[in-house]
């Protein structure tokens, strides 16, 4: 059988540093022999969350949309930006979201499925800081969230014109983690 992964970064920045990171971990996890479905966030728009608008109309269609894809998986890879510290909006609101449609529409889609968090920054943490809120989050929707991330550290210099990562140990520390990632989450499935 073979692995299903959805992978996607919390940004929407065309030229953001985590989507490059995102995309390099999809081409990883092809290479790994999963089957990889990269999504970006910019294609499910949604309001942010309120809860008078969950009880009026119900999650929107998106939300609904990325459940049935989130189910599909046998796991997530996210590239997540750090802002102050923490989660961005756009990716907390996805998760929270989705996280609701279960309670209108079938199970919920992140129970069982194997998580990694990615996160990429031009400053000297790569990220690291903001990746326990996204853990924290994963967690509590009931993702199984690997202890094992990636943070890359000037990452307005790490990409070649390929979008690959340049420099060797780090594009080996991806490799590793997202073999990982794929070996766990064929156990679990299987």
Do not use: C
């Amino acid at each position: 059988m073979s692995v299903k992964l959805l992978v996607f970064a919390g940004s929407l920045r065309r030229d953001s540093f985590n989507k490059k990171l995102a995309r390099a971990a999809a081409r990883v996890a092809e290479a790994a022999g999963a089957q990889v479905r990269y999504i970006e966030l910019n294609n499910y728009p949604m309001p942010i969350y309120d809860g008078d608008i969950e009880t009026g109309e119900g999650p929107p269609e998106n939300a609904f949309r990325l459940q049935a894809l989130i189910a599909e998986q046998h796991g997530l890879i996210i590239a997540s930006p750090e802002y102050n510290h923490s989660i961005p909006a756009l990716l907390k609101n996805t998760l929270d979201w989705v996280s609701r449609t279960p309670r209108v529409r079938g199970p919920n889609p992140f129970a069982g499925k194997v998580a990694t968090i990615l996160s990429a920054s031009p400053g000297s943490l790569g990220g690291i800081q903001g990746q326990d809120h996204v853990r924290r989050v994963l967690t509590t929707v009931g993702a199984l969230v690997l202890p094992n991330s990636l943070a890359l550290p000037q990452a307005d210099q790490a990409f070649d014109a390929e979008g690959d990562l340049v420099d060797a140990a780090m594009r080996q520390r991806l490799t590793d983690l997202v073999a990982e990632t794929v070996r766990i989450a064929a156990r679990l499935a299987g």
